[in-house]
């Protein structure tokens, strides 16, 4: 029975796979639907339109920052399913509650687009991300512990610590980032997307897995 | 011919894993769409933000409850993919019919959201759960009377109640929760949630797998 | 440089494939966002509620009669690609211009279901489902011309006539329920329903296959 | 460790794949949700409704458009990968940073299809249209200079050669087009739908390919 075992394994990792494919897709693109198009008869000019247009600066800064949060827990998502090579139910539900809190970062980024000013609204943004942080956590800590990854030896210290090590330092900037909603919420968004630009545009990890 | 035909059935596994994949996904994150962002000049402090913030709380709840839903039906349709090797057309349109009922839940959730203290929000979000059992089951017994899963002997039947049973008990605890109704509508929805953390977190079958 | 080439065609059609299942996913689930949830606390009784929910019943049905029409596309489109082989720019345009009629189905859905006693909404609906069979038609036409199906000799022949006789005396079925509304509207959506579910219930195609 | 890397690289492959998938089907049929169903009881003759359809031409119009924008990027984007066989983080974040002008495209579809006669529409749809052409060369730049496509020698250069000037090219013909709104908008759309039908139904590239 080992072999239909390993089989049903292996097709929920090429499923769950593709509904994390699915959902994180759908949340980039729904981000965009929180950017409404100023509508009326009401712009004589050019630059009545070009007003209107800036006027929505503060969604598109937020459109922005959620697609870098998705682009990169998508990533990491992914970089631990590159990985991981059998799964359980626990596993599933992990991978599942994760995705509930993908799914509803599309409601936290109108809510802080909407009330940009409002320190709530950047408390409520942090808790997304911790969220998705802390569910990345746990589904590693999962697979590794039950041995559903395919690493083994010095590699598996090696890349077990990295990525722990990873999400610890990103969660601890991104609640740096939020708390200096104390002083500025501008300061406190534009700090976490340079931290995401960090992450996006120079990851280390990559380029300690070439050596 | 035979090779094709195979290759044909085979393919269109795939295909239909991937449709589902793809409603099961949007499915999901459509459901945040109900929660509609607190918008106005008329918030004038935190605490003001945080009480708009408080009344979407049944709206917060029935999310939830779908997302389990959808959870555990999906972690059902693709657990009964793991066995299914050949498919044809009357089981490609039982899965197209199991994911109407998919599709339509984002709208039963906002209804029982919107209605959440009338009786039939809760009948009618009972039904849909019950067409989505309904459908799980037609779609395993038509497979498995038609040989269509990789399973034989022994195994086949200790899997086929298993399967069996387990829609039937999920089933009946839905039906006694939608019934709770009659005491109160809260009472109903912390009972299907209790119902289906039970199923996410303390999967039985799983378990009886792994020995 | 044949092994190049054949490799390029060969991941063209599991992209095309992917695209098409993601375009008819969000299809059969957009259609869902037509059918609002009553609002507002006009509701005094479950009756009042009962009343409004079956004041959505021509919503329901336009619903139903395109997740049917979109099942029937995707299972018509799906069996194309479970012959074809090898694609060009040319197939993948013909994809993406029948996906094209996918995508808008939901708006003639909606503009069926908000104007159902006009014939005007019939004649557009039609139009849609005939640009779709026409769109599926000429796919196969020109697959089948250049050779990039999997089929060869009488078999390709025997499946060449099917998929296009399958096509015309649809279409022909759906000419004639969209002339029915000049008897009356819901004469011509009911044929039309007939129609489809004797496709989806019980399909000649597959048991001629199976001999 | 190399095999693991391969792995790794093989998988992101896949993924981003799957992920470009999702993102291009979903921003298909968002772009319908821009059409809005006129509603009312205004229309007495099959006459008004007729006229209330036309007056939606416009968007049907930057429908089309953004539809051939899509299935055109669409097309170059599963192109490169079909050379591409390695990955790194590095165009990992190429690919979301397109992805992200892909989202956004339904904003700025329904942005000119709104403001159909300011020449800002004009100006921000191009933009739009530039950066994914942008996106797509420097995608594919990155690839070729890291050695990371399965071709070499003389085939490489011929490739490279035809995907940067068809890029060129094509991005030359839309900034014309962009440029023809100081004549007229109209004429702008017209010249740049004109374009995309080339390109979609008279492919140069695909028949330098097959010699």
Redesign the interface.
Known sequence: ?KF??N??AG??IQ?I???S?????????????D?K???GDA?KT?GD??AA?CSLMPRFLS??LS?MTL?IF??GH??Q???IEKS???L??LS?FF??FV??L??TT??LS??IS????IA?YWLNIFALGAGLYLHWWYADKNGYT??AGE?RETVNKAVRQRIIIAQTLYAIGALLCFISNYLSITFIIIVQLNY??A?R??RR??K
Chains 1, 2, 3, 4 share one sequence.
Do not use: C
């Open positions: 029975m239909t075992y089989q049903v097709q929920k499923r796979e593709a509904l494919d699915g959902v994180f897709a759908i949340a980039l693109t729904l981000l965009v639907l950017i198009v100023p509508i712009f050019e339109l070009l247009l459109y922005f697609f682009g998508w990533t992914t970089m399913f590159s990985f359980d139910r626990h599933n539900w599942l995705l509930l799914s509803i599309p409601f109108a809510f909407e009330h409002f320190r709530l609204s409520v395919s690493l590699e996006a545009i990851p990890f990559s897995q070439k």
